[in-house]
């Protein structure tokens, strides 16, 4: 007879070494793009309370009423408790579709809802989108430094990753040309470039309206799709609205996305796809093999919360939070930053990138910086390839000012102290490092300086001489 | 028994440290003993008088937890805990440290200059970085003095590249050393109350051979255990391994990890507390010697509550 196993203890049987080995045999290729285990031990540490961490991208989410949400909530199980806990349609409510609409619209934007998916968070919107577009091998184009949430998604499906370096203007069109004309020589097309044109995460730069149109004109001379990911397009807190590529190209190349993430809530989940028809078929599809529908009780509660108005007088409240948030941060920048770093001026969105000398490993520092209670996101994580080690991702929008000041301030000693060892290594006394360049520079070329591309060839050579 | 099982911490190791713990934990109630989690903090001394534990297994890696400051506590509280005691922690955790004791009791470790960031500061110690590197040839093994697993670990090929290599090992202790790069075969010896367990060989799958972060992941690194080894490679390797735990005076467990060279083994750094994840050595050890890992667990606390089982 066959014996019944016994009901599980609380935990898992002590897995051996065998076992994992013999799971590992069986693991997918794709699997084998993740990242080391140090670094996510690493960022094991920052989860802890007396760590000011700058490494989240976490909106404020304190600042909506209690009180608010709880009168939505119980509205929606008085009035429609049965269809909120039910599935819905793959492609999402149409009610929530126009709350979307009202959203691109403020915006400059008016999308057909019959072109629009809702999805779980903007991060399944890039998913469905790759799932769809890439096959192992296809190329994907972005920007270096990327969204650091994309690059599992386009590893893990096997593209072939382009990254476009930016400057203060945002992606250097120039050299995306001349890529495009080396991979048509190669006889590869590829199959889309991925952007994030405004307040790039983690550039924190937006894309000059000259190169926007100049992409839009490039994907349809190529016929090639430009997927625009738009998560902080209503976040500005200075200069002037840019019209998004969706905008300017009508639709036709340019895929959206969108999220109510950071204009209302992450954890509500809830992201969106405005793609040609043809595109948002397969879309929906992927979607429907992946998670049958997006949550229909946060879609309901999006519809109430739109329809009650005042949506808009929220965003610019947290306009007014996280552009003092972003003032402060660029004020510690300058007090506790090494001349030797440089940093970008973001316009809006959630994040600074900050870029210090070749020589320093921004893997290295978090460990030091976290033995001073504060975290940041290693540049790397925004790479494909070995780019970006000495560069860095701070938070602004997720902690208040006092925390900023002291985080800054803890951040720059660290580095402070690098910088000072790494010139005593030289035993030719002060060495005319690269970065000391900055003091020279006009007062705004933080910006443009943070994005150049630093020549490896141009940096330390300062044992070579020592060693003749 | 009523156990508590210390791990997580400050340490930069705190997640290894959590899935050690975890794994010990549920060990110990499979065994049916009294489990009682403690995840380190400023409560610590609190939290142990007042559930007056009969043990302490402590599930702590790297500096905070492996380096004899939560044993020393224990010590000064009377509750047995497994694992070397305070002072062979310290000991061990300070590879410079470590290193020294092995030199003066003859047991061969390669070459190697440690400095602190005050020399460099204050002293001008960079002017006799020329000298050192051509004693020791590139390329040269970079480390902190303290710290566990590969972090700050870095190879550097060429002088151009040492400095950076410091002020990365700097960014993990304010000491540092540069060692002698030994070619060889990776070997790891865990030792568990004053015997030798089967010897792992640790093979990269793949790539890099100076990338110290794919050496403890599977799928990256192959492990081999019992490692194919002639019976005179087995005997130096152990009798090396058992002579660094006897100077270092790790009693209960420790594992030694050397390298295997042309000219027999070098002992890189005895590890205090080793992992006791589903991936770590010691458990491997262990059970290509038939101990389940429940059967680990018993005697590592026998080995805590009466050392003479030894």
New interface residues.
């Given amino acids: 007879m066959t014996e019944v196993p016994q009901p599980p203890?609380k935990?898992r049987a002590?897995?051996?070494?065998?076992d994992?080995?013999r799971y590992?045999g069986l693991?997918a290729e794709r699997t084998?793009v993740m990242r080391?285990?140090?670094?996510?031990?690493?960022m094991?540490?920052t989860a802890?309370p007396e760590v000011i961490s700058l490494a989240g991208g976490l909106p404020d989410t304190s600042t909506f009423p209690p009180e608010r949400l709880a009168a939505q909530m119980s509205k929606i199980a008085a009035e429609s408790a049965a269809a909120a806990l039910q599935y819905g349609p793959t492609e999402g409510f149409d009610e929530t579709k126009d709350c979307i609409v009202e959203v691109m619209a403020a915006e400059g934007m008016l999308p057909d809802p019959d072109d629009i998916v809702i999805t779980t968070g903007g991060q399944q919107a890039i998913d469905l989108v790759t799932k769809t577009l890439v096959d192992p091998g296809d190329v994907v184009i972005c920007e270096a430094p990327t969204y650091p949430g994309a690059v599992p998604v386009f590893c893990s499906y096997q593209a072939d990753v382009r990254q476009i370096e930016m400057d203060g203007d945002g992606m250097r069109i120039d050299l995306l040309e001349e890529l495009l004309d080396e991979l048509k020589a190669e006889g590869r097309r590829p199959k889309f470039i991925y952007t994030v044109p405004s307040f790039q995460n983690p550039g924190g730069v937006t894309l000059s309206l000259e190169r926007r149109a100049r992409l839009v004109e490039l994907a349809r001379l190529h016929e090639i799709l430009v997927v625009e990911d738009s998560p902080y397009g209503l976040l500005r807190y200075s200069g002037e609205a840019l019209p998004p590529l969706y905008q300017l190209d009508g639709g036709d190349f340019v895929i959206y996305l969108g999220t109510f993430s950071k204009i209302l809530s992450p954890g509500i989940r809830l992201g969106w796809v405005v793609a040609p028809p043809p595109v948002l078929e397969k879309v929906v599809l992927g979607k429907g093999a992946t998670d049958l529908c997006t949550s229909t009780l946060t879609q309901f509660f999006v519809r109430q919360y739109f329809s009650e108005g005042g949506w808009k007088s929220y965003v610019e409240d947290l306009v007014d939070l996280y552009r003092g948030r972003r003032d402060t941060m660029l004020e510690a920048l300058a007090e506790h930053f090494p001349a030797e770093a440089t940093w970008t001026e973001p316009e809006g969105g959630l994040f600074i990138w900050a870029t210090l000398p070749e020589?320093?490993?921004t893997g290295?520092?978090l460990?030091?910086a976290?033995r001073n209670d504060v975290a940041f996101v290693p540049g790397q994580a925004a790479y494909v390839d070995e780019r970006g080690k000495n560069s860095m991702r701070l938070n602004f929008s997720g902690v208040n000012d006092a925390e900023i000041r002291e985080g800054i301030k803890r951040i720059g000693r660290?580095i402070g102290?690098?910088v000072?060892?790494?010139e005593?290594?030289?035993?030719q006394g002060p060495p005319g490092m690269p970065g000391r360049e900055a003091e020279d520079m006009p007062a705004d070329a933080g910006r443009e300086a943070a994005d150049v591309p630093v020549d490896r060839d141009n940096v330390?050579?300062?044992?070579?001489e020592?060693?003749g | 028994m009523k156990v508590v099982v210390l791990k997580g911490g400050r340490s930069l190791e705190r997640g290894v440290s959590l899935r050690s713990g975890a794994r010990v934990e549920d060990a110990l109630e499979r065994l049916g003993h009294e489990v009682v989690p403690i995840d380190v903090g400023a409560d610590l001394v609190k939290r142990l008088r007042a559930e007056k534990p009969e043990v302490a297994f402590v599930a702590m890696h790297g500096v905070g937890g492996e380096d004899g400051t939560a044993q020393e506590l224990l010590e000064i509280l009377g509750i047995p805990f497994t694992g070397p005691a305070a002072a062979a922690c310290a000991r061990s955790i300070d590879k410079v440290m470590a290193k020294a004791t092995m030199r003066g009791a003859g047991i061969p470790t390669p070459e190697f200059f440690a400095f602190t960031q005050t020399a460099f500061r204050d002293l001008g110690a960079a002017d006799a970085l020329t000298d050192l590197e051509g004693t020791l040839g590139f390329p040269i093994v970079v480390k902190p003095s303290r710290g566990g697993s590969s972090l700050g670990v870095k190879f550097a090929a060429s002088p151009a590249e040492v400095p950076g290599a410091l002020v990365a090992a700097f960014s993990y202790d304010d000491r540092v050393m540069l060692e002698r790069f030994v070619q060889g075969r990776e070997v790891a010896v865990s030792v568990l109350g004053g015997e030798a367990l089967p010897i792992v060989e640790a093979i990269p799958a793949e790539g890099d051979p100076y990338d110290f972060e794919a050496r403890y992941e599977i799928g990256r690194t192959h492990f081999v255990c019992p490692a194919d080894l002639s019976p005179t490679e087995r005997s130096a390797i152990t009798d090396a391994a058992l002579a660094t735990c006897r100077a270092l005076g790790c009693e209960g467990f420790a594992r030694v990890d050397l390298i295997l060279g042309t000219d027999g083994p070098w002992v890189l750094e005895v590890n205090a507390i080793p992992g006791l994840t589903d991936t770590s050595l010691l458990p491997q050890s262990a059970e290509a010697a038939g101990m389940s890992f429940e059967d680990l667990v018993t005697r590592i606390l026998d080995l805590a509550l009466s050392p003479s089982a030894a």
């Avoid at chain 1, 080391?36 to 690493?42: K, P, Q, T, V």
């Fill in positions: 203890h935990r002590h897995t051996s070494t065998r994992l080995e590992a693991f084998t080391s285990s140090a670094m996510r031990d690493l094991a540490v802890r020589y320093i490993d290295d520092l460990a030091k976290l660290v102290e690098q000072d060892l790494f005593s290594l030289s035993p330390v050579p300062l044992r070579k020592a060693n």
